[in-house]
């Protein structure tokens, strides 16, 4: 029987169940404001709604779509099993709302000024995934 302990001593990666729906809404041209109607708790509408405002030059805007998707990831990571750090892998395709959700509201908050959020977030997308802070970056 195989032993699936981290032998590094850290909390086991964190994989958010698959909800195929709204990504796939998303992938097909659907408006991220639909999407996000329909599937509120989707970070990854939520993520795109941020990035479309921030490329429109709404940092404001952008900052409250983010911090929406991101809160809607810290309950789903929650409800996974996460206790509030350990990895939480890029690679595994549902997890990618909340990391783009995370790094959008690191991004709008550098904006906007507000310097020990962008420092937070950055860190914490960079401790959760090191491979989603360099792909999003």
């Known amino acids: 029987m195989p032993n699936h302990e981290n032998l590094l001593?850290?909390?086991?990666?964190?994989?958010?169940?698959?909800?195929?729906?709204?990504?796939?809404?998303?992938?097909s041209g659907a408006d991220p404001a639909d999407v996000a109607a329909k599937?509120?708790?989707?970070?990854l509408a939520w993520a795109r709604l941020a990035d479309e405002a921030y490329e429109a030059g709404r940092p404001v805007e952008?900052?409250?779509?983010?911090?929406?998707?991101?809160h809607r990831g810290?309950?789903?990571?929650?409800?996974?099993?996460?206790?509030?750090?350990?990895?939480?892998?890029f690679e595994h395709e549902p997890n990618r709302g909340f990391l783009r959700s995370l790094y959008a509201l690191g991004r709008a908050a550098q904006a906007i000024g507000e310097k020990d959020e962008y420092e937070r977030c950055t860190t914490f997308l960079r401790?959760?995934?090191?491979?989603?802070?360099?792909?999003l970056s």
Request: proline share 16%; aromatic share 8%; net charge negative.
């Open 9 to 27: 001593g850290g909390p086991a990666p964190t994989h958010l169940p698959d909800d195929p729906e709204p990504r796939e809404l998303l992938a």
């Open 39 to 43: 599937y509120p708790a989707s970070s």
């Open 62 to 70: 952008s900052y409250a779509y983010a911090r929406t998707g991101y």
């Open 74 to 89: 810290l309950d789903a990571l929650r409800r996974a099993g996460w206790k509030g750090h350990g990895p939480v892998p």
């Open 127 to 135: 401790d959760s995934s090191p491979t989603a802070a360099d792909t």
